[in-house]
Structure formats: structure tokens, C-alpha cells
């Protein structure tokens, strides 16, 4: 058995394979960015309606607050 032997050619294969890769890591990212920026969009819109739905909830409080006092000041009579 002979020893191993290294082969310092570059051939079509390798050049494929190459090609390959990198077209494989553009589609990933790619990919990746698209998706990232879509989780960004819904997480923007998720906090837009968070924040509205809690202004919302002190806007219905003090209306709430309002309501007890005149019933209280109706009941008084």
C-alpha cells in the first residue's frame, strides 16, 4: 500500500462544487434577511397595537371612574 498521495489540480468539480456553496450561502441569507425582516414588520405591528390597546385600557378606566362618580353623586340624591 502506497502512501497518500495530494493532488494540487483544481478541476471542473471542484470548481462546481465551489459554485455550489457560495450560491447556497447567498440563497440562505438571502433567505435569512427576508424572514428577519418579516418577524420585524409583525413585532413593529405588535407593538403599535400594544400600546394602543393600553392607551385604550386608561382611556376606558378614567371613563369608568367618571361613570362611578356620577352614580354616586345620582345615588347621594
Known sequence: MAGLKF?????L???????????????????????????????ETVTTTLIEQVRQGSELQALTQRVERVERIVDAR
Do not use: F, Y
Open 7 to 11: 493532488d494540487s489540480t483544481i478541476n
Open 13 to 43: 468539480g471542484h470548481v462546481i462544487t465551489l459554485g455550489g456553496v457560495v450560491v447556497t450561502m447567498i440563497m440562505g441569507w438571502s433567505n435569512m434577511d427576508t424572514r428577519l425582516r418579516s418577524v420585524e414588520k409583525t413585532l
